[in-house]
């Protein structure tokens, strides 16, 4: 079993940054891609940026440019450094191992960190 837990997450004006942490713990030797997703209520969790154990990252349309994920495979962490933020960046983020690009995950959700973006 694997658990991540998420932190990083606040409030922040538009234009600014927040950097996000997500922690894995347990049986963490296998992880292959890592992934970000955000849910706001009433719509579909969306995948924002993966990255896989050679460090090749992927990213949604939407954050190109803006965000950028990163990975430390000793320390079983995976970073999400987010700027130029938009109000529509709103959001619960979560982390998970991604085993179906972008649209299975093999592990439990944890309880996420929201990010909230004023206008």
């Known amino acids: 079993q694997v658990q991540f837990v998420e932190s990083g997450g606040g409030l922040v004006q538009a234009g600014g940054s927040l950097r996000l942490s997500c922690a894995a713990s347990g049986s963490t030797f296998k992880l292959n891609v890592i992934g970000w997703w955000r849910q706001v209520p009433g719509k579909a969790r969306e995948m924002v940026a993966s990255?896989?154990?050679?460090?090749?990252?992927n990213y949604a349309d939407s954050v190109k440019g803006r965000f950028t994920i990163s990975r430390d495979n000793a320390k079983n962490t995976v970073t999400l450094q987010m700027d130029g933020l938009k109000p529509e960046d709103t959001a619960v983020y979560h982390c998970?191992?991604?085993?179906?690009?972008?649209?299975?995950?093999?592990?439990?959700w944890g309880q996420g960190t929201q990010v909230t973006v004023s206008s």
């Open positions: 990255i896989d154990s050679g460090l090749h990252t």
């Open positions: 998970n191992e991604d085993v179906g690009k972008g649209r299975l995950v093999r592990w439990s």
